[in-house]
Structure formats: C-alpha cells, structure tokens
C-alpha cells in the first residue's frame, strides 16, 4: 500500500505541461492499483475523478486512461471531514447529484438555484457558479455518517468566478474549477461517477 501511493505521488510529481501520453498512462495505472489495493472490494466506476490536494489538480480517468486534467483550489484549511471546519474531505466519495444543468457561466447558484444573478468577481467571496457536483462520502467515520458526512455538508466540485485563485488551495472545503472546466465535465460524467481525494 505504502509502495503504491508513493509511486503515485512520484507520478504525479511530474509537471503536467511535461507529462508525454505514457506519463499520463502510468499515472492512470498507478491510481488504479492504488485504488484497487485500497478498495478491495469496490468496483471503479468508468468514470473516476481523482483530486491531488498537494498539486492542486483533478484528473478525469475514463476507461483506465487520462482523459483530462484540470487546475483546481481546494480548502484554505486543510483536509478535514469536521462540521464547521471549512475543511476538503479526504477519501473515496461519488457524485450523489448534479446540480445547474443550463446555467450560463457566471451564473450564481444561491442555496443550488439559479435565480438569474451572475457573481461578482471583485467580491472575492465563495461564490458558486455554473455548475455543481455534490459528493456523498462511501466510507464509513472518514466521510459519512454523524460529523464527518460530506453530503451533509454539502461538500461541491462546482465553479467559480475567482478562477485567478486557482492552482492553490483558497476554498472553504469544496472543490473550485472554472465554469469554463467544470461545464463540459459536468456533461461528461455521470451520478455515481466515483471522486477520490487524497493528500498528494
């Protein structure tokens, strides 16, 4: 397990403007194997998103292969499934529901309704835009159930206007991509798409 994850830190380490088709496809198996070493007894969906927190990115794994990588921000605070902690959950999730279908970029999605407002970039609030993926953690005391559910904490992959913010973490505990990224990500995968996040 531990020889796993650290080649697959090393891969990732690699910078992605240098990553040739190999690279990537290595990567892809890596994530893979560590997926099925951690995970025994669960089927990768054929869609799997996975979130590197250390290098800011989120890669879209379809059919075993890299079909995408993405800049994304994740949370200011650290990792963390606590209630009020405005922390990113650790662990295996899947997308429970997807919120936003139609919604033009830029548009703000207050409490998961678009009501025809359109963020306002100079607030430099956590605004939600676009488009939503709202994760449902799968493993029980990490990221379900009683204090630590990430569904209960509405925990989103979703957009943002603040996009000069992303590469770093700056989130209050979900996952920001830009409109521009998540919309055709959010027509691409399916509910139930399997989300990994891990601190690498």
Do not use: C
């Given at each position: 397990m531990r020889t796993l994850l650290s080649l697959l830190i090393a891969a990732i380490a690699i910078p992605s403007v240098a990553q040739p088709a190999g690279k990537k496809q290595g990567l892809a198996d890596m994530l893979l194997e560590y997926f099925s070493a951690r995970f025994p007894d669960t089927i990768p969906t054929e869609h799997l998103l996975y979130v590197s927190v250390h290098r800011q990115r989120l890669y879209h794994v379809q059919g075993g292969s890299i079909k995408?990588?993405?800049?994304?921000?994740?949370?200011?605070?650290?990792?963390?499934?606590?209630?009020?902690?405005?922390?990113?959950?650790?662990?295996?999730?899947?997308?429970?529901?997807?919120?936003?279908?139609?919604?033009?970029?830029?548009?703000?999605?207050?409490?998961?309704?678009?009501?025809?407002?359109?963020?306002?970039?100079t607030l430099g609030q956590d605004q939600i835009t676009a488009r939503i993926l709202w994760l449902d953690g799968l493993e029980a005391g990490n990221n379900v159930g009683g204090a630590q559910d990430s569904f209960a904490r509405a925990i989103y992959i979703h957009g943002t206007p603040c996009e000069g913010d992303l590469g770093r973490p700056t989130s209050h505990g979900c996952i920001r991509m830009a409109d521009a990224d998540i919309i055709p990500l959010f027509d691409i995968v399916p509910v139930g798409t399997m989300v990994i996040i891990l601190d690498n």
């Open positions: 995408k990588e993405y800049v994304i921000s994740t949370s200011a605070n650290g990792l963390g499934a606590t209630f009020g902690s405005e922390q990113t959950p650790e662990g295996l999730h899947r997308i429970a529901e997807k919120i936003g279908m139609g919604v033009p970029p830029g548009g703000l999605l207050r409490e998961r309704v678009f009501a025809g407002q359109y963020a306002d970039t």
